[in-house]
């Protein structure tokens, strides 16, 4: 942390987006999580996304449950609304929040302990669900806040800060958000904003349960030699499946690659995400296909990245519920009694 | 591009814009802290080291510093260096003590200045505390040169200058021979001095030759004579309706002297626009808030006269045009003439060297121009022992560049008269110290204030209108001062990057207030300018480059508007980033400067 507020003052030469803001508008307060913390280069793209997708603030909300990963929201989109939830909780406050008001856009932000422990239920739920969010898994191996011991998500052989071994099976979170129907499905790592931005942004542009598992070296405790989330393991082992490039409406393509290695895909937004594949074969929306892939992948102790899993016209919560359009306190007191009437029309076809 | 060599001292003391523009390079940053931290004498004392006069400079001085300052590209303006330097002079208290030993003994060699102007009395400053004897003659009956003939004395009190003269003709050793023209170099060569330095300046005042010149002579009066008259008090008074001709800063000396001296219509005339005009912008303005108009595009046709009694000018309208070779020229609108009546003329349309007391056969050579030639690094002229600086040297600058020109003739002459290579320059002094106290502390106040720039109070018109000798600008209180020190960036606490323990976590990128940061390939300097996270089109300014890291990417930082805040160092987790202090201070004359 910084006893410094970040300066108000900006490069005279700073952008704006189509709302006029820079991307400094997008930002939140300054961080207090320790000096080269991956979550805040996570955050960083997160604003970066929002900028760059012209996305008024106030069109979003952050939510978050407890841990490192979930202070973050405080440091990025200061004017969005927020929602600091109970352990493990953000997915069932996040669910309901859609529920009552699908006309904004929902950022779920958690870590490996909120995620794969304590909220291990409320994620699967939530993703099983199809809630129309953007859940991103900040995803350090360790319990930062407690100095260290391994999470759920930590491999099996790696090594702690202190030199002990991890034994037990680690949960892939990508593993368990395909197999539990998640529509978008990425992995991601904090050192790589240049394929961590274009994933935010194709996941705010999805409207169903997008998830974003983002590996993030703890700097303080995962970062070591032995740690198979530090900075130089996970550079030395990241193998991308696909470069993404995201375009918020169709439009000419003008990047010039081989044929047959690039796809187009128009999400339901219209939003438009460039696919240039990397790998050979391998096909974004094939999930059982992905599924083995990434196991294979991870036996072989390479870590795959990149947009894992798309289905580009999912549906969501409310589909399957047949929820009313309005946001609920939109709802006005004739909406809500229909009258007498339509209570007898509506007992009339129960009969 | 080449990663940077950072031991270079010219690099990091290019990113100090302030100290870089200043010809002498004074350490500004270093002592606009010590302002903040209360302890104006020993602001002063960093002054008096690098420029010699602070109290006259934080009153006079060009500025060269405030356009070049970091402030004005980060927010609407710089910092108010030059008046903070007086406020380091208004409070510094009796500096006395901290001033070098007098009666130093003596070295045996003597050296002559021509004129007790700024160049001199440096030259004589950083020669004396050595042992050299120096001889001052001045056709002026009081040491100071320009600084106390032309300068008028609302902007700059009589006090200040007998104060700051006075510690250098204090050091003992110094023979003043006032009131004393020199009128043959030659007959000056013949005595036994060991090194003569000419700092003579630009005596000579450009005239205009129009009709009417001749014949209303008795109220035409050239710029700088004038002034001088003035300050020596010759001349009390003048016409009612004046008109002074030229748009450099002794056209707005001679305006607002005007003005004080009976003028009651004082008119400013200027051939070219307004926005060319020579003169500072602050001194235009200050010559506007006392209510003198200032027209342009007016050039001079003749003087009209009765029987030589003065009448009035005539001016023929012109207008700026491009010729065919983009070059800017003056054409006649072909509107009718403009005549302003008046019953006085200042002329104040340049100053020219002159040496008539230098004669052509004893082996000095001179240029086209009839300027001496000198060697603008040693100002070593074509006789091995006579120097030249300030005006005298390349034609008319300011006090800031006469005092320059002296150390380095100091240095020069000193190195000569210790049989050394005057060709060799002495490197600066550089002390590089980490800022770093703690996690998150610095030795440093690196929480800059976002104000802006505070205005120096002025004294109200109708006092300073009344009397020549009273001061208009009020000069800083220690409030106000302080608040203005809150602004400085601290440019001079440098961002050093340690690329071993870089480990590319992008924390510096993020936080960095500014986006100075880049991690990426590398590439040739223009085309790598232009994909950093900011593109860096401010070419006058360095990129930092480091070599290779680890993903083979480098890191890339544009010195452009670094706040030098630390926050890049503060969210480093290895300290690959700390923020250390250079301070480069100029060698002047002495052992220091010598090889051996």
Known sequence: MSYLPKPKFRHPGLPKNKLGYTRRDYEGTVSTLCAGCGHDSISAAIIQACYELDLEPHRLAKLSGIGCSSKTPTYFLGQSHGFNSVHGRMPSVLTGANLANRDLIYLGVSGDGDSASIGLGQFAHAIRRGVDMVYVVENNGVYGLTKGQFSATADAGSKSKWGADNNDSPIDMVALALQLGATYVARSFSGDKQQLVPLIKGALGHRGAAFIDCISPCVAFNNHPGSTKSFDYVREHNEAVNALDYMPVRSEITADYPEGAHEQVTQHDGSVLNLYKLAADYDVHDRIAAMTYLQKKNAEGEIATGLLYLDPSPKDLHAHLQTVEAPLNHLTDADLIPGAAALEKFNAARR | ?596
């Open chain 2, 1 to 596: 591009m080449q990663a940077t060599d950072i031991k270079q001292p010219d690099y990091f003391h290019k990113v100090v814009d302030c100290q870089w523009a200043c010809p002498a390079h004074t350490p500004v940053p270093e002592y606009i802290r010590l302002i903040a931290a209360g302890r104006y004498a020993d602001a002063y004392m960093v002054n008096w080291k690098s420029n010699v006069f602070p109290g006259i400079l934080g009153r006079t001085c060009d500025r060269p510093c405030e356009p070049a300052c970091r402030r004005g590209r980060v927010e609407a303006e710089p910092v108010a260096i030059c008046r903070l330097k007086r406020v380091a002079a208004d409070f510094k208290g009796d500096v006395g003590g901290l001033m070098p030993a007098p009666n130093a003994p003596k070295n045996g060699k003597k050296v002559a200045l021509i004129g007790a102007g700024p160049a001199s009395l440096t030259v004589v400053r950083d020669l004396v505390p050595l042992g050299y004897h120096c001889v001052v003659y001045d056709s002026d009956p009081k040491a100071g040169g320009m600084i106390r003939s032309q300068i008028p004395r609302f902007r700059l009190p009589e006090e200040v200058i007998d104060e700051e003269v006075g510690y250098i003709t204090d050091l003992g050793n110094v023979e003043l021979k006032l009131g004393n023209r020199v009128d043959s170099l030659k007959a000056l060569l013949a005595e036994d001095y060991d090194a003569i330095f000419v700092g003579s300046g630009a005596p000579r005042g450009r005239d205009l030759e129009i009709p009417g010149r001749q014949e209303a002579a008795k109220n035409i009066h050239i710029g700088i004579d004038w002034l001088s008259n003035v300050s020596f008090g010759h001349i009390d008074k003048i016409g009612r309706r004046v008109i002074v001709l030229g748009g450099g800063n002794t056209a707005m000396d001679c305006c607002r002297s005007s003005k004080r001296l009976g003028g009651e219509e004082v008119t400013v005339v200027v051939r070219s626009g307004f926005e060319e005009m020579k003169a500072s912008p602050w001194e235009k303005e200050d010559a506007q808030h006392e209510g003198i108009p200032i027209k342009n595009f007016l050039v001079p046709k003749a003087f009209i006269h009765d029987n030589g009694k003065l009448k009035g000018m005539s001016f023929e309208k012109v207008a700026a045009k491009k010729d065919e070779k983009g070059r800017r020229e003056l054409v006649p609108t072909g509107e009718p003439e403009v005549i302003i009546e008046c019953d006085d003329v200042l002329v104040a349309i340049g100053q020219e060297n002159a040496f008539p007391w230098i004669e052509r056969d004893i082996g000095m050579e001179f240029d086209r121009w009839g300027m001496p030639k000198v060697d603008p690094k040693t100002m070593q002229s074509t006789i091995p022992k006579v120097f030249f600086g300030g005006d005298a040297a390349f034609g008319p600058k300011n006090i800031i560049w006469a005092v320059a020109h002296g150390h380095d003739a100091a240095i020069s002459i000193d190195k000569m008269l210790n049989g050394e290579d005057l060709s060799v320059r002495p490197p600066p002094g550089v002390t590089v110290a980490s800022q770093k106290m703690g996690i998150h502390e610095w030795s440093y106040d690196n929480d800059i204030s976002a104000a802006l720039r505070n205005k120096v109070p002025w004294r109200d018109l109708g006092t300073t209108l009344k009397d020549i000798k009273v001061e208009v600008e009020l000069g800083f209180d220690a409030k106000l001062g302080y608040a203005e020190t809150q602004r400085c960036l601290n440019c001079d606490v440098q961002t050093v990057f340690a690329r071993n323990l870089c480990i590319e976590c992008d924390a510096c990128v993020d936080i960095c207030p500014v986006d100075c940061i880049t991690f990426t390939a590398n590439g040739e300097e223009d085309e790598l300018r232009g994909r950093l996270t900011q593109p860096a089109m401010n070419k006058t300014q360095d990129l930092y480059i480091s070599d290779v890291l680890k993903t083979g990417r480098i890191m890339a930082k544009d010195e452009d508007v670094c706040l030098h805040c630390g926050l890049c160092a503060e969210r480093c987790p290895t300290g690959a980033w700390d923020m250390q202090k250079f301070l480069i201070e100029m060698t002047h004359a002495g052992a220091a400067c010598r090889s051996r």
